[in-house]
C-alpha cells in the first residue's frame, strides 16, 4: 500500500536525550514536512525538504534537526537542547512544494519524562 | 504572513443533520490555497476538501461543500447527513505558493461531536 508511515507510536525520552522519529514514504513525493502539534493548537512547521540532501528551517526550527539522504526518508532528531519537546509530531509529503497537497503520516507522540 | 482564524472551538450536530464550520484568513497573496483537514480520535490528518483561489466554483466531496467568498476571506465547511465518523477536530489551512512559503498555516481547529 502506497503511504507515509512514522515510527515509533509512541516514544518517552529523559531529559537531555537526543532522540530520531523516523517517517518513510513511498508515494514517489519530492517534498516532506515535519510539524508539531500542541493542545489545543493547530500545526507548526519544523522543517522541511524539497529535495534530496536539501531542507529548510520552518517557524520552530530550534531544538530540532533533520537529514534528507534518501527521497523516501525524512528522519527528524529532537535535540536536548529542545526546551519544551513534549508533543504530538505529524509527518507529511506533498508531490512538490508549490501547489500541492500534503499527506499526512499517522504521528508520533513524544514524552519527556 | 497568513494567518487562519477558527472561531468555533466546540460544536455539535445532530447524526443526519447539517453543520457549518467557520473558518477565516488573512493573506496578501493573490493565489493561494486552502483546505480542510479532519483529525480523528486516532490523530492522522486527513484532506477533507481543497479549494483554489482561483476558482470561482466552490468545491465539493461527496457530504463535505464549501462556501468560499475570496473577497471576504472566508471559507466555511459544509457537513450534509452528518454520520457519527465525523467525530473529530477540523483544521483549516491556507497555503500560498509564493517563494519560501510552503508550509501550511493551521487554524486552531474546531471539535466536531455527531450526537446520535
Known amino acids: 500500500d502506497g503511504g507515509i508511515t512514522q515510527s515509533p507510536k509512541y516514544l518517552f525520552r529523559k531529559e537531555g536525550q537526543n532522540v530520531t522519529l523516523s517517517c518513510e514514504q513511498n508515494?514517489?513525493?519530492?517534498?516532506m514536512y515535519w510539524y508539531r502539534q500542541d493542545p489545543g493548537q493547530g500545526l507548526r512547521l519544523i522543517y522541511y525538504?524539497?529535495?534530496?540532501?536539501?531542507?529548510q528551517k520552518g517557524d520552530i526550527a530550534e531544538g530540532y534537526s533533520v537529514s534528507r539522504e534518501k527521497k523516501e526518508s525524512f528522519p527528524l532528531t529532537v535535540t536536548s537542547a529542545q526546551k519544551n519537546p513534549t508533543a504530538f509530531y505529524l509527518c507529511?509529503?506533498?508531490?512538490?512544494?508549490?501547489?500541492?497537497?500534503?499527506?499526512f503520516g499517522p504521528g508520533t507522540r513524544l514524552t519527556v519524562l | 504572513a497568513q494567518t487562519v482564524t477558527q472561531s468555533q472551538p466546540e460544536m455539535s450536530v445532530q447524526e443526519a443533520e447539517t453543520v457549518t464550520l467557520s473558518c477565516t484568513y488573512d493573506t496578501s497573496e493573490n493565489n493561494y490555497y486552502l483546505f480542510w483537514y479532519k483529525q480523528p480520535p486516532s490523530r492522522q490528518m486527513i484532506l477533507v476538501i481543497r479549494?483554489?483561489?482561483?476558482?470561482?466554483q466552490n468545491a465539493t466531496e461527496n457530504r463535505f461543500s464549501v462556501n468560499f467568498q475570496k473577497a471576504a476571506k472566508s471559507f466555511s465547511l459544509k457537513i450534509s447527513d452528518s454520520q457519527l465518523g465525523d467525530t473529530a477536530m477540523y483544521f483549516c489551512a491556507s497555503r500560498s505558493p509564493g517563494a519560501g512559503s510552503y508550509q501550511l498555516t493551521f487554524g486552531k481547529g474546531t471539535k466536531l461531536s455527531v450526537i446520535p
Open positions: 479549494q483554489e483561489a482561483y476558482k470561482q
Open positions: 507529511a509529503s506533498s508531490i512538490g512544494t508549490s501547489t500541492h497537497t500534503q499527506y
Open positions: 508515494l514517489n513525493h519530492d517534498a
Open positions: 525538504s524539497q529535495i534530496v540532501n536539501d531542507f
